[in-house]
């Protein structure tokens, strides 16, 4: 499933990608990107199951139209005449057991999908999984904490599944028993953070979270620009920290979101997706309680 909008020739590649590595049915939840855009895409893929949102939903909520259609009609999502890298424990593992979801712009290198079915199978309490970032900065274990939110922390990066806090929404397996036993994702965090949340309810209900290593994938698309990563990233840490720790683990992020941004102003080291304005109106929102999308002032690139 590829969450899009308004990059179709990304898209296009993404899918390509996708069934090159043997996802049969591919489900792609469009965020109100124009005509000729979803034009391209069907044009490129006219067998991909296109659903079609009136307005821009965000990542998560996109994403949770097309979990609901997934749970409602039961597709095969792994192809089991599909590619040679494929073992006969993950022929096992696909089917309609699991579905995996990605942005319109991620790129799994080589096996990448194999590599994830194949981690989950046999293992009866996997819920969610996810790919790794291979040499790349954010090439850690993903961990929730009580202050920052969601982090990443340093691993041996053995191959194969290691437990971890949540998975990365770049390129993410979910469990069909997992998603009806503890919900799809809250709408409220619009994109960046849900995956956080989703993990820690998949964890509090007794289910398994890993990430594979060697199952790599990158994600060349993501831009600070618009200021949107920023704002949202900041926000939804400080409404994940408030939701499963409360209001004085809050205020703490909140005064260490204060002193990032008084440095970053005086010229100190910034945050990877820096904007100041961005900044001072996730701070200003989260105090108004203010969820889902991010501003009209923003201008979102990234569903």
Same mark, same amino acid.
Request: proline letters at 7%; a neutral charge; aromatic letters at 10%.
């Given at each position: 499933? =590829?969450?899009?909008?308004?990059?179709?020739?990304?898209?296009?590649?993404?899918?390509? +990608?996708?069934?090159?590595?043997?996802?049969?049915? =591919? =489900?792609?939840?469009?965020?109100?990107?124009?005509?000729?855009?979803?034009?391209?895409?069907?044009?490129?893929?006219?067998?991909?199951?296109?659903?079609?949102?009136?307005?821009?939903?965000?990542?998560?909520? *996109?994403?949770?139209?097309?979990?609901?259609?997934?749970?409602?009609?039961?597709?095969?999502?792994?192809?089991?005449?599909?590619?040679?890298?494929?073992?006969?424990? #993950?022929?096992? +593992?696909?089917?309609?057991?699991?579905?995996?979801?990605?942005?319109?712009? +991620?790129?799994?290198?080589?096996?990448?999908?194999?590599?994830?079915?194949?981690?989950?199978?046999?293992?009866?309490?996997?819920?969610?999984?996810? *790919?790794?970032?291979?040499?790349?900065?954010?090439?850690?274990?993903?961990?929730?904490? !009580?202050?920052?939110?969601?982090?990443?922390?340093? #691993?041996?990066?053995?191959?194969?599944?290691? #437990?971890?806090?949540?998975? !990365?929404?770049?390129?993410?397996?979910?469990?069909?028993?997992?998603?009806?036993?503890?919900?799809?994702?809250?709408?409220?965090?619009?994109?960046?953070?849900?995956?956080?949340?989703?993990?820690?309810?998949?964890?509090?209900?007794?289910?398994?979270?890993?990430?594979?290593?060697?199952?790599? =994938?990158?994600?060349?698309?993501?831009?600070?620009?618009?200021?949107?990563?920023?704002?949202?990233?900041?926000?939804?840490?400080?409404?994940?920290?408030?939701?499963?720790?409360?209001?004085?683990?809050?205020?703490?992020?909140?005064?260490? *979101?204060?002193?990032?941004?008084?440095?970053?102003?005086?010229?100190?080291?910034?945050?990877?997706?820096?904007?100041?304005? +961005?900044?001072?109106?996730?701070?200003?929102?989260?105090?108004?309680?203010?969820?889902?999308?991010?501003?009209?002032?923003?201008?979102?690139?990234?569903?």
């Amino acid at each position: 499933m =590829v969450v899009h909008r308004r990059r179709p020739a990304a898209c296009v590649r993404t899918v390509a +990608a996708l069934r090159e590595q043997g996802v049969g049915t =591919v =489900v792609v939840v469009d965020n109100a990107s124009p005509a000729e855009d979803r034009n391209a895409i069907l044009d490129a893929h006219p067998d991909v199951v296109l659903l079609e949102n009136g307005e821009n939903l965000g990542f998560g909520p *996109a994403a949770n139209v097309g979990f609901r259609w997934w749970l409602a009609h039961d597709p095969t999502f792994w192809d089991r005449s599909g590619t040679a890298a494929r073992t006969e424990r #993950s022929q096992n +593992a696909g089917g309609r057991e699991w579905v995996l979801l990605c942005p319109h712009d +991620a790129d799994p290198a080589p096996g990448c999908i194999p590599a994830l079915v194949d981690a989950v199978a046999g293992r009866d309490d996997a819920g969610l999984a996810c *790919a790794e970032y291979g040499d790349h900065e954010w090439s850690g274990r993903p961990h929730i904490d !009580h202050y920052f939110g969601s982090v990443l922390v340093p #691993s041996a990066r053995v191959p194969g599944w290691e #437990s971890c806090h949540h998975p !990365h929404g770049t390129m993410m397996l979910a469990r069909r028993a997992c998603l009806e036993d503890i919900g799809l994702f809250d709408e409220r965090y619009f994109a960046y953070g849900e995956e956080a949340d989703l993990g820690m309810r998949a964890r509090a209900a007794g289910w398994d979270v890993g990430i594979v290593w060697g199952a790599v =994938v990158h994600n060349p698309g993501m831009s600070s620009e618009t200021g949107v990563p920023e704002y949202l990233m900041l926000r939804n840490s400080l409404l994940l920290v408030r939701t499963y720790w409360g209001g004085y683990h809050a205020f703490i992020r909140f005064l260490m *979101a204060l002193a990032t941004t008084a440095r970053g102003v005086l010229g100190g080291r910034r945050t990877p997706f820096w904007h100041l304005s +961005a900044r001072l109106c996730a701070l200003r929102d989260f105090l108004r309680g203010r969820t889902g999308p991010p501003p009209r002032t923003f201008a979102l690139r990234r569903p």
